[in-house]
């Protein structure tokens, strides 16, 4: 099982919006609505921020938005704040019964 | 509060075996899955299998069956993952993470070392 693939950075200033895309196949991102993300900064426990595509777990921020198109899974975060900074991580269920980690993303406040 | 406390870190040499453990609270352990993940130094995270603790069911990575045992003890509310025929590129933190479909409580992550 390959990894998801994921930009390895995207940067935006404070107050903009970026959004970060996992591509994967119709094996996993594709046949399931089973798409996660993860915050994980350095040295520190990963984080749930969105999970089954779009839904965000009690006291996650608004301002994360997670979708998904065809094998193309996608978080965006909208009004970017320097706490912001850190690495994001999608994840999704596979054909398999296994699950796959994405590539990694790492996000500069500007 | 959910917690997950994982065992300490450890210094193995290539070829041996690791036993990491991790101890649940805060909620019936029986009834999520447990998952382990790691992250070599400089790497991603990589999703290594899965645990139900109530059926004993197992789901690994290709990449390492024949390799890891997932395992609990649900007297105890703790899960274990073995790692064995170590070698260098072993060398990583590891996470235990409840859940199924996504991963919402995660240990606070093992140092494995693996050096001659």
């Known amino acids: 099982q390959s990894a998801l693939t994921q930009p390895a950075s995207v940067s935006g200033s404070p107050g903009q919006s970026i959004t970060i895309s996992c591509t994967g196949t119709s094996s996993d991102v594709g046949g399931y609505n089973y798409v996660s993300w993860y915050q994980h900064h350095p040295g520190k426990v990963p984080k749930l921020i969105i999970y089954?595509?779009?839904n965000r777990p009690s006291g996650i921020s608004n301002r994360f938005s997670g979708s998904k198109s065809g094998n193309t899974a996608s978080l965006t975060i909208s009004g970017l704040q320097a706490e912001d900074e850190s690495d994001y991580y999608c994840s999704s269920y596979t054909s398999s019964f296994t699950y796959v980690f994405g590539t990694g993303t790492k996000v500069t406040v500007l | 509060q959910v917690q997950l406390v994982q065992s300490g870190a450890e210094v193995r040499k290539p070829g041996a075996s690791v036993k990491v453990s991790c101890r649940a609270s805060?909620?019936?352990?029986?009834?999520?899955?447990i998952n382990w993940v790691r992250q070599a130094p400089g790497q991603g995270l990589e999703w290594m299998g899965w645990m139900n603790p109530n059926s004993g069911n197992t789901g690994y990575a290709q990449k390492f069956r024949g390799r890891v045992a997932m395992t609990s003890n649900s007297s105890t509310s703790t899960a274990y993952m073995e790692l064995t025929i170590l070698r260098s590129e072993d060398t990583a933190e590891y996470f235990c993470?409840?859940?199924?479909?996504?991963?919402?409580?995660w240990g606070q992550g093992t140092l494995i070392t693996v050096s001659s």
């Open positions: 805060g909620y019936t352990f029986t009834t999520y899955d």
């Open positions: 993470a409840r859940g199924l479909f996504a991963f919402d409580s």
């Open positions: 089954a595509v779009t």
